[in-house]
């Protein structure tokens, strides 16, 4: 028996012992989809292939691999129940390409309210917490809908204050008390500017953690990186836990106490990380994360590849589990910059720049010079440039990132005029000139 209701054996389990487990799942899953998911019967009867003869883990490099593109090009036949069966509706993000439609049976959603339960509970949550919701239920996201469903998993209380209006926040906070914050990082920053503007006293506020997500909190090594450090400098009361998730998985990598990574749920996942061949990358190796859903009823994927590219550790956590945990993510696969023979992600320039108060706002493009290189320029906006300035924001991007990239200074008025040009609500942040770039 488990000691706890959302710590599952499985995840204090041997890696052998997971392992054995989830390639029984890995059987099941395949007979389903070989009955139900047109999708992968067409695939399995186009490339020969008998699912019979994988038995293993190790058997997964047999399977070909599903890609967003082919997601977005046979979205309908990835559909393995009827309509009725279906209880809801998402979209995945498209902040690449168009978006995706995910249909959830009611299983589909009961995992998922698992999935975020066992995330939260290894984010230090309990039935006695109370979690401030600040991330959309609507316009059709996972997130907030899945949130929402794992704290009454969890048995712990939800307030559905939503995104934005950070006012309403901190009288939420003051009325009702809660424990946590689930928030985007950078909106936390806004709540933080919004409480020094108006003589809000955060110290004494009632909470106590902050499950951050969407962005960013560390850098590779498990520090905190700027925007991290950012809250937590200013509110040390709080304990901030990183999460990443994403619509097609269905589940979440979710940080315990002890910041190392987001902690794998096998009982939700079988994760690989692939090189370009979709080859498993060595122990340590960048690769990118690639999933096989497990439970999952309405839309299962094999092999699935996120575009994300991060690393794994398996030693095993001080926390007690034995599940890998990934780093943060250092890119999409699509942003990997191959500078002078090294590889490197714009997040990485980002975590620089962001923590030089000099450089007002940036751009990063990308250009392939004549031998097909890449060349990378950063657009700095400085209100007081100077060529002392300039060489001391060189020396920091090369101590850091081991190859310099091309500095152009501007004005902040300019940079941002680059940021927002065109119809993007969003900055530009990274403009890639790449002819490469199909995603
Ligand atoms: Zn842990």
Known sequence: MSKHRFLPDLETASPDQSRQWQAQQLVRLLRYVRRHSPYYQRVFRTQGLSIDAIRTLNDLTQLPVTTKTDLQLHNADFLCV??????????????????????????????????????????????????????????????????????????????????????????????????????????????????????????????????????????????????????????????????????????????CTHGQGGH????????????????PVGPGEYGELTITTLGVEGMPLLRFKTGDICQLHTEPCACGRTTARISPIAGRKQQMLKVKGTTLFPQAIYDVLNELPAVENYQIEVHSNVLDLDEVTVN????????????????????????????????????????????????????????????
């Open 380 to 439: 700095l906006g400085l209100r007081e440039p100077s060529d002392w300035l300039v060489e001391q924001i060189r020396h920091r991007l090369t101590a850091r990132l081991r190859v310099t990239p091309a500095l152009k200074t501007y004005s902040p008025a300019d940079v941002h005029q680059r940021l927002f040009t065109g119809y993007s609500r969003k900055p530009r942040i990274f403009v890639d000139h790449r002819s490469n770039l199909l995603v």
């Open 82 to 255: 009827p309509r009725s069966r279906i209880v809801d509706y998402v979209n995945t993000s498209g902040s690449l390409g168009s978006a995706v439609s995910v249909a959830l049976t009611e299983r589909d959603l009961k995992r998922l309210a698992y999935n975020e339960a066992l995330s939260l509970a290894c984010a230090d949550g309990s039935r006695s917490d109370v979690y401030q919701l600040t991330t959309t239920l609507d316009k059709r996201f996972m997130a907030g809908m899945a949130y929402f469903m794992g704290i009454r998993k969890l048995g712990a209380g939800v307030i559905r204050t939503g995104s934005g209006l950070p006012g309403m926040q901190w009288d939420t906070i003051a009325q009702i008390q809660p424990t946590a914050l689930i928030a985007v990082p950078s909106f936390v920053v806004t709540m933080l500017d919004y409480a020094e503007a108006n003589g809000i006293d955060y110290a004494a506020s009632s909470i106590r953690k902050i499950v951050c997500v969407g962005e960013n909190l560390r850098t590779a090594g498990f520090g905190l990186n700027a925007l991290g450090r950012r809250i937590q400098d200013r509110w040390p009361q709080v304990r901030l836990y990183s999460t990443y998730a994403s619509t097609e998985m269905g589940a979440a990598f979710t940080e």
């Open 264 to 279: 794998h749920h096998p009982e939700l996942l079988i994760i690989e990380l692939l090189d370009a061949n979709n080859q």
